[in-house]
């Protein structure tokens, strides 16, 4: 008994080892992001989307005018004189787009900006990030052997279990050849930033769970919660930089002159369009699931406490996520919220799930208090 308790601390030491070591190369593929992006921004390409975004306001303001013109709205018809016969052709109707949606903005050319050397330091970057990932699996794994469960009975194994699909998922998109490379850097930072509080903060020694919690519907609620979170967030860094360029086209559509950080930055991402799609089409796959993890989860409570749902905090607050999850895809079928509006509830229904995450575990006592921190 004496040597499998040694073994087990043994292999919760060398797993610790392994989260700091990813850490260290998480920190060169941040470098190599930063770099990335300086030498994107000494290239011409990285103005290219600017300028057809001004060109294609300058050709929408033209028409609108010709429009005005003629009387806007109107539908005009055309009658075309073919060997004597008068024939009326189909009449031309002009619908204007959704709000935050403007077509025609090309995508930007990404965080190298066409740049070589730049586009260099990106793929140095993502090699970087995937030999970090790998030493990030090699710790959660570790941890679930040193514990023999399920690698996340407490904050700082979910801290890092989460970290890690999060990386997962950014890389899985990559390998589908999915041009997400522009949401690296962010994604780097937040996971070294995660990993780091789990160290410092939420670090608990590695051991068993109550006997009550000890199910394997463990592993299909908290997996199913920590996979819809790593996905929700992709989706809610998507959104925030989404209202950053949509508020850039629509400076450049009135006419204004972008700023430093504009012309550095916000040109070289996709148009407001593209994110915002990219978002919706995350986070809408994503709720059948999240509705499913919270069903697990009140199976599981009848299986360990004897009741489907008594608002423990950490209930109340996924079901608080679950309605601001389904308010926002509401919002993108309703008019008049779609757009700018619909985004801000997202990154509210974000927000909520981070305060589940970890302001639920540090402020409040519940059922769910089960490990610590």
């Known amino acids: ?14 797993s610790n080892l392994l989260i700091k070591s990813a850490m260290a190369v998480y920190a060169l593929a941040f470098v190599a992001h930063i770099v990335e992006w300086v030498f994107g921004s000494r290239s011409k390409v990285a103005r290219t989307a600017a300028a057809l975004t001004a060109q294609g306001a300058g050709r929408s303001g033209d028409a609108r005018t010709a429009a005005a013109g003629k009387g806007a709205d109107k539908v005009s018809v055309t009658v075309r004189t073919s060997g004597g016969t008068e024939v009326l052709e189909r009449p031309r109707v002009v619908t204007r787009s959704a709000p935050g949606r403007r077509a025609g903005v090309p995508d930007g050319p990404g965080a190298a900006g066409g740049d070589e050397r730049g586009d260099l330091y990106g793929r140095i970057a993502v090699s970087l990030t995937v030999l970090a990932f790998l ?16 690698p996340w009975g407490n904050m700082y194994e979910f801290s890092t279990a989460f970290s890690m699909v999060v990386v997962g998922a950014y890389l899985a998109f990559l390998v589908a050849k999915k041009d997400i490379r522009w949401i690296g850097l962010p994604l780097v930072t937040t996971v070294l930033l995660d990993l780091g509080l789990a160290i410092v903060v939420f ?5 068993q769970l109550v006997p009550a919690l000890d199910s394997y519907w463990m592993w299909i609620h908290v997996s199913l919660a920590i996979v819809c979170g790593a996905l929700f967030y992709l989706g809610a860094v998507s959104t925030l930089l989404y209202l950053f360029r949509d508020r850039h086209e629509a400076k450049l ?13 916000l040109e070289r991402l996709p148009s407001s369009a593209s994110l915002d799609g990219f978002a919706y089409r995350i986070n809408a796959a994503v709720f059948p699931f999240w509705t499913f993890t919270i069903i697990a989860g009140a199976i599981w409570a009848e299986n360990a406490w004897g009741r489907y749902w008594g608002w423990d905090p950490k209930e109340t607050w996924s079901f608080i996520t679950w309605v601001g999850y389904a308010a926002y895809l509401h919002a993108r079928a309703t008019a008049g919220w779609k757009g700018r509006k619909a985004a801000y509830l997202a990154l509210i229904a974000f927000l909520c799930f981070l305060f589940n995450y970890y302001g639920v575990n540090i402020f409040f006592e519940g059922l769910h208090s089960y490990g610590g921190v």
């Open 1 to 14: 008994m004496d040597i499998a308790v040694a073994a087990n601390e043994s292999l919760a030491e060398f």
């Open 135 to 150: 030493l990030h699996f090699a710790a959660v794994l570790t941890r679930a052997l040193s514990v023999q469960r399920a």
């Open 203 to 207: 670090y608990t020694e590695s051991d």
């Open 253 to 265: 559509e009135a006419g204004g002159r972008p700023g430093a950080f504009a012309t550095s930055v």
